[in-house]
């Protein structure tokens, strides 16, 4: 089956920013594609939906999945201004499509994101779906130019996790911790869980768009050529 990566991201995000997440996933597709069979980029290679801050015209306004807006209003935690991560992926989860148009994707946010524990964190994913993203402390920590190249490695690092590698049956190059899996290869699936770590891979990887290790980037290309052919 055909899938696609949906792009999306709250109005608070910049231009600049929003520019970041689809010229990073472009690119990082594309990159992916010079590596595959002609036949297998036109037919198995994902297409890439910048939604931005979208809302459907169509349903009442304010009605349950109309709007970006709307899952940022049903996960945001009130007192603390800041995104409850899991609560906004449950929301990308159950959304009436997801099982109709099954899709990867990744959000932008401009909140601060924060995991089950309450503690501010860069992005959280669930496997497989989605991954939403914050520029929250990225701003906070950087100029503009240094933002754009850190934020660059953070989507290619989500997307990455998204789509799900690295493939956890691989013979050598993994890293554990906690529950997941990173590559300990020099690439932009390496654990980035702070910024001190996103902070390390960003001086490592003199590619600036982000850069996946060949182990990867053909565990991505398997990916997706087994998604098209329903292959698991
Ligand atoms: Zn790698």
Redesign the pocket.
Known sequence: METFISLTWSQDVEDNEARVLVYTVTHLIAQLGKRLPFWFQFQSLPQIRPFGDWVILMMPRGSAYSSMDWYIEHSIIPDRQALDGNAYLQLVEMEPWQSSTPHFDLALVGKDLNDAQGRSVLSMVRDGVAAVISVYQLRRSFEQEELIVKLSHLVAHNLGRVVG??LHNRKT?LLHIGQNVY?A?L????PVVGLEDLVELSEQIAEEWGL??E??QREMGAVFVSRYYGIN
């Open positions: 590698i690295p190059g590559c290869h690439c932009a699936m390496r996946y290790c182990t990867c």
